[in-house]
């Protein structure tokens, strides 16, 4: 079994970093080979190439990019955690939502060390348009 970890590694969240090693291992106890998101290899691109195709800046089709090919791990993997924070990022909601779209079990840590498992249709219907209410 593999399971895709993503979220947030950054100052907004420096508990990720602690949270990502407490759930790495507790899968690995578990039998799990763990493909955490920051080690997903930076796709080899000409430069300029796609920026002119796309008319878009090379940053943005660097992301583009990793993106793509987080979501081509994820595609290999039979399940999906996702820390703290990941809500709050593009590729977070990207990688949740390729997920959903593929079946993939998706766990999320509360906060308080819980996988409470997400990927049910009732669970979340509705939920991007519910992010954005007062």
Known sequence: MR???????????????QREQIFKKWFEERGYEVVLEQDIPTPD??????????NIDDVHVNWLAMTTRKQIELAKCDEL???CGWEKTATGVIIYATAL???ITTYMDSGKGLLRIVN???DTRDWLEKQFED
């Not at 399971?3 to 970093?17: A, K, L, R, S, T």
């Not at 691109?45 to 796309?54: D, I, P, R, V």
């Open 81 to 83: 955690f996702l820390l």
């Open 45 to 54: 691109l000409e430069e300029n190439t796609l920026s002119k195709e796309l």
């Open 101 to 103: 779209k593929l079946g």
């Open 3 to 17: 399971v895709f970890m993503c979220g947030p590694i950054n100052e907004d969240y420096p508990q990720n970093v």
């Open 120 to 122: 049910k249709p009732d």
